[in-house]
């Protein structure tokens, strides 16, 4: 199986700070990767998919990029909106792996 | 608009089985594949099994691989999983989630419901 990690594990910014998530996968997964949104109690939401593609009525504040092993979600003005956990997820090879999720904090 | 809703988790006693739902509407269900996502208490994201639109391609993660099977009915746009022999560490909510690609399974969930709680207990 492909093994996901991301970086931090969590974080904490100021509304309005530019927040960065670090996605890596254990092998190349070219741009097979997708960015999740998950609040509490909350079904997930989908971000980002295939490394940088924004999906329908996401906010543009959002965006991905990377390609292979590296990967990152990046919120260039974070909102208090945005309080979730990040995950990744890796849909290059079966089975489709998550990463352990980034906490984010105002 | 896309709506996934389960149903059928709660308590259940370990070596029990448990069967789950997920009535979908809003979007032709027997076009997408389906797909189960748990999340364990204070864990991330893990994804259990596949159904193709059909029903002629079922996958499973190893951890529930020959105690779960995964089923759907077209004609009533619902999805099934039903779980048996149950362990402590299938305690997790249960998402079923909607492949992104008609007609084929590219791994890729657009659509999730809100879950349904599991927890095997004695």
């Known amino acids: 199986d492909i093994q996901m990690t991301q970086s931090p594990s969590s974080l904490s910014a100021p509304v309005g700070d530019r927040v960065t998530i670090t996605c890596r996968a254990s092998?190349?997964?070219?741009?097979?990767l997708t960015w999740y949104q998950h609040k509490p109690g909350k079904a997930p939401n989908l971000v980002i998919y295939?490394?940088?593609n924004l999906q329908t009525g996401v906010p543009s504040r959002f965006s991905g990029s990377g390609s292979e092993t590296y990967f990152t979600l990046t919120i260039t003005s974070l909102q208090p909106e945005d309080i979730a956990t990040y995950y990744c997820?890796?849909?290059?090879?079966?089975?489709?792996?998550f990463g352990p999720g980034t906490k984010v904090e105002i | 608009q896309v709506q996934l809703v389960e149903s059928g988790g709660g308590v259940v006693q370990p070596g029990r089985s448990l069967r789950l739902s997920c009535a979908a509407s809003g979007f032709a269900f027997n076009k997408f594949a389906i797909h189960w996502v748990r999340q364990a208490p204070g864990k991330g994201l893990e994804w259990v099994a596949l159904?193709?639109?059909?029903?002629?391609?079922?996958q499973f993660a190893d951890s529930v691989k020959g105690r779960f099977t995964i089923s759907r009915d077209n004609s009533k746009n619902t999805l099934f999983l039903q779980m048996n022999s149950l362990r402590a560490d299938d305690t997790a909510v249960y998402y079923c989630?909607?492949?992104?690609?008609?007609?084929?399974?590219?791994?890729?969930?657009?659509?999730w419901g809100q879950g349904t709680l599991v927890t095997v207990s004695s």
């Open positions: 159904i193709s639109f059909d029903g002629s391609n079922r």
């Open positions: 092998q190349s997964i070219s741009s097979h």
């Open positions: 295939d490394a940088s």
């Open positions: 989630a909607r492949d992104s690609s008609s007609g084929q399974d590219v791994n890729r969930f657009d659509y």
């Open positions: 997820q890796q849909s290059y090879s079966h089975p489709p792996t």
